[in-house]
């Protein structure tokens, strides 16, 4: 069993920045992809960004592009969403998931929020306009 926690959310102007980070538990999380999705009010769950065990493939969505990164520190069993240049429609429910099993290193494969196996809490993230 894996448990996800995630912290950071807030309330934050356009513009601004916030951290979210995301604390595993288990033993061999340094072999987990790791992965971002978030869910705006009304809409489906949406990916974000995807790191793969050794930070050696990451994927970010396009609208994410150029403003967020993602980041593991697998001394700690934490990952971490640098959220910069926020924008309201950023507004979301954001959650971390973690794919223990075998995976196809692919962009689509990645978005589909099916592949994962485990799912944090999930943190709320609020842009103001």
């Known amino acids: 069993q894996v448990q996800l926690v995630e912290a950071g959310g807030g309330l934050v102007q356009a513009g601004g920045s916030l951290r979210l980070s995301c604390a595993a538990s288990g033993r061999t999380f340094s072999s987990y992809v790791m992965g971002w999705l978030r869910q705006a009010p009304g809409k489906e769950r949406e990916f974000v960004a995807v790191s793969t065990w050794s930070g050696g493939t990451i994927y970010l969505a396009d609208s994410v592009k150029g403003r967020f990164t993602i980041s593991r520190d697998n001394a700690k069993n934490t990952v971490y969403l640098q959220m910069n240049s926020l924008k309201p429609e950023d507004t979301a429910v954001y959650y971390c998931?973690?794919?223990?099993?075998?995976?196809?290193?692919?962009?689509?494969?990645?978005?589909?929020?099916?592949?994962?196996?485990?799912w944090g809490q999930g943190t709320q993230v609020t842009v103001s306009s």
């Open positions: 998931a973690a794919l223990v099993g075998g995976y196809r290193s692919d962009y689509y494969y990645f978005t589909d929020s099916r592949r994962y196996d485990y």
